[in-house]
């Protein structure tokens, strides 16, 4: 099993980072900079990631859903051939952002099912890992839904429940669940949030009021378990629609912006160093970091079991992820649909991930 996983992973990292590549453009020369940790973690360290994964639909259709664009007869043609190599291109990454090991946790959004996870992590040669799936239907118009997976080997799942975000309009179109998952590694518990909140689609402004919504009932949330487990290790990772200087994050969310004086029970918002160098998304020529990284204080402080430090939030930039930006000069995102064009790509957001430090001789006391 260990000689399958090297040579595995020596093939992805081959791909990966194998290449040395001029940026065409100056404003994308962060993504030729590698600062991605490939090395062993062994048994005090874990990885956790989130990805949202661009319309992982499942071909056939649901009658329940609107999910028509995507199948055989649909807008796009979304046949088995073309979902058999997105789930192919998706446990290439997947293998990749582990390093030389599998990675611990991984959360998703736009998942359609839990169908199309499990074909991803079974069908694939991700089934070589012991992966564990949690998902829970959302009431999202098209069906879309959050998810995670995690390592059965290393991870044990405590409980986990779905947070319904509703909106006070009466009229408004219900969105994605918020998933909490109370993890164990070595019997610590951390709590993580997997969050996909609402877009942007009609208009930045006028969505701005739903995206502080889900920020408020996530806020709710987070301060009921401190309130339960005063120095609760709380990782909150997803694409917030938002970017981290955004009312929502800042105002409604509280994601702190700077480490200094910071309280264990504060928020830290791990992606607020890389505002203005970096970017998860790329819309209009213009890199933005709509995916983040939100953590309890005391996972910097490192005083319940856990640390990390900024530098190990990552934004994971293979350069197989990336094409060719014909208008908007340098490097845009290698996505499996362009408008209903199919590319044959991976998605239209980059991977983020976290590694957190187990404290051994703190943690048991």
Same mark, same amino acid.
């Given at each position: 099993?260990?000689?399958?996983?090297?040579?595995?992973?020596?093939?992805?990292?081959?791909?990966?980072?194998?290449?040395?590549?001029?940026?065409?453009?100056?404003?994308?020369?962060?993504?030729?900079?590698?600062?991605?940790?490939?090395?062993?973690?062994?048994?005090?360290?874990?990885?956790?990631?989130?990805?949202?994964?661009?319309? #992982?639909?499942?071909?056939?259709?649901?009658?329940?859903?609107?999910?028509?664009?995507?199948?055989?007869?649909?807008?796009?043609?979304?046949?088995?051939?073309?979902?058999?190599?997105?789930?192919?291109?998706?446990?290439?990454?997947?293998?990749?952002?582990?390093?030389?090991? $599998?990675?611990?946790?991984?959360?998703?959004?736009?998942?359609?099912?839990?169908?199309?996870?499990?074909?991803?992590?079974?069908?694939?040669?991700?089934?070589?890992?012991?992966?564990?799936?949690?998902?829970?239907?959302?009431?999202?118009?098209?069906?879309?839904?959050?998810? #995670?997976?995690?390592?059965? @080997?290393?991870?044990?799942?405590?409980?986990?429940?779905?947070?319904?975000?509703?909106?006070?309009?009466?009229?408004?179109?219900?969105?994605?669940?918020?998933? =909490?998952?109370?993890?164990?590694?070595?019997?610590?518990?951390? =709590?993580?949030?997997?969050?996909?909140? $609402?877009?942007?689609?009609?208009?930045?402004?006028?969505?701005?009021?739903?995206?502080?919504?889900? &920020?408020?009932?996530?806020?709710?949330?987070?301060?009921?378990?401190?309130?339960?487990?005063?120095? &609760?290790?709380?990782?909150?990772?997803?694409?917030? /629609?938002?970017?981290?200087?955004?009312?929502?994050?800042?105002?409604?969310?509280?994601?702190?912006? @700077?480490?200094?004086?910071?309280?264990?029970?504060?928020?830290? /918002?791990?992606?607020?160093?890389?505002?203005?160098?970096?970017?998860?998304?790329?819309?209009?020529?213009?890199?933005?970091?709509?995916?983040?990284?939100?953590?309890?204080?005391?996972?910097?402080?490192?005083?319940?079991?856990?640390?990390?430090?900024?530098?190990?939030?990552?934004?994971?930039?293979?350069?197989?992820?990336?094409?060719?930006?014909?208008?908007?000069?340098?490097?845009?995102?290698?996505?499996?649909?362009?408008?209903?064009?199919?590319?044959?790509?991976?998605?239209?957001?980059? $991977?983020?991930?976290?590694?957190?430090?187990?404290?051994?001789?703190?943690?048991?006391?």
């Amino acid at each position: 099993m260990r000689f399958l996983w090297t040579a595995v992973f020596a093939f992805a990292f081959t791909l990966c980072f194998g290449q040395s590549q001029k940026a065409t453009d100056t404003a994308d020369a962060w993504l030729t900079v590698n600062n991605f940790d490939d090395s062993y973690r062994g048994e005090n360290e874990i990885r956790i990631g989130f990805w949202n994964l661009e319309n #992982l639909f499942h071909p056939s259709d649901d009658s329940l859903k609107n999910d028509d664009s995507f199948t055989p007869s649909g807008n796009n043609h979304f046949n088995w051939y073309k979902y058999n190599k997105k789930l192919k291109n998706l446990s290439k990454v997947i293998t990749a952002v582990g390093g030389w090991e $599998p990675i611990e946790i991984m959360g998703f959004c736009e998942v359609e099912n839990k169908q199309v996870v499990e074909d991803l992590i079974y069908n694939t040669p991700l089934k070589k890992t012991n992966y564990g799936i949690i998902h829970v239907e959302s009431p999202d118009n098209r069906g879309i839904d959050v998810a #995670l997976i995690y390592n059965r @080997d290393k991870i044990k799942i405590d409980t986990f429940q779905a947070i319904t975000v509703d909106f006070l309009e009466p009229d408004s179109r219900p969105t994605r669940d918020i998933l =909490h998952v109370e993890a164990l590694f070595r019997k610590k518990k951390i =709590h993580i949030f997997i969050n996909h909140w $609402p877009s942007r689609y009609g208009g930045h402004l006028v969505t701005v009021p739903k995206r502080n919504r889900a &920020a408020d009932i996530l806020r709710s949330h987070v301060d009921s378990v401190f309130r339960s487990e005063p120095n &609760a290790n709380i990782a909150i990772l997803g694409d917030f /629609n938002d970017h981290p200087n955004d009312e929502s994050m800042l105002e409604h969310l509280h994601a702190k912006t @700077d480490t200094a004086n910071l309280p264990d029970t504060a928020l830290y /918002n791990m992606m607020w160093p890389k505002m203005g160098s970096e970017g998860t998304h790329k819309y209009q020529g213009h890199w933005g970091i709509l995916d983040q990284i939100v953590i309890s204080g005391n996972l910097l402080h490192g005083t319940n079991g856990f640390k990390t430090t900024p530098e190990n939030a990552v934004i994971f930039k293979a350069p197989f992820l990336l094409e060719e930006d014909r208008t908007h000069l340098g490097k845009k995102l290698n996505r499996t649909y362009i408008g209903m064009r199919y590319n044959g790509g991976y998605s239209d957001h980059l $991977p983020i991930l976290l590694d957190l430090q187990f404290l051994e001789k703190q943690a048991v006391k």
